[in-house]
């Protein structure tokens, strides 16, 4: 499963070689300092309505010309991983975006805290 996440990540930061990458300890410091920036979620409203990271804004993939608004705004893009958040910021070009390295699923594995109505197994 390991080797899995590990290909899914370098395939995605492959596809992605021109964005901007950030770490989730970054971001985490971002959050603790009240750096102004916005964080958007891409998965889909279920997903997000889930499970989502303290702060974030969903706003899907297929509707990323919703984020506009924020243009004038640093942007950090999550998805499960990071391959969706990254396609999403290759149309983004002119934004100051970046890209959550590890995405969510990152995030979980380090035990921090996500928000949401966690469907339990």
């Not at 279920?46 to 990271?53: A, K, L, N, V």
């Not at 990254?86 to 990152?106: P, Q």
């Amino acid at each position: 499963m390991t080797a899995l996440l590990i290909l899914i990540g370098f395939a995605a930061h492959q596809a992605g070689a021109e964005n901007r990458f950030v770490t989730l300890d970054s971001i985490r410091a971002w959050q603790q300092e009240k750096k102004d920036f916005v964080l958007i979620d891409v998965r889909d409203p279920e997903s997000f309505q889930q499970e989502h990271i303290p702060g974030a804004i969903n706003v899907p993939a297929e509707e990323n010309e919703n984020i506009a608004k924020f243009r004038s705004k640093q942007v950090v893009l999550y998805c499960w991983y990071d391959g969706t958040s990254s396609e999403v910021a290759e149309d983004l070009k002119g934004y100051d975006v970046f890209v959550l390295t590890g995405g969510i699923e990152g995030w979980k594995a380090r035990g921090w805290k996500t928000i949401g109505n966690k469907v339990k197994n």
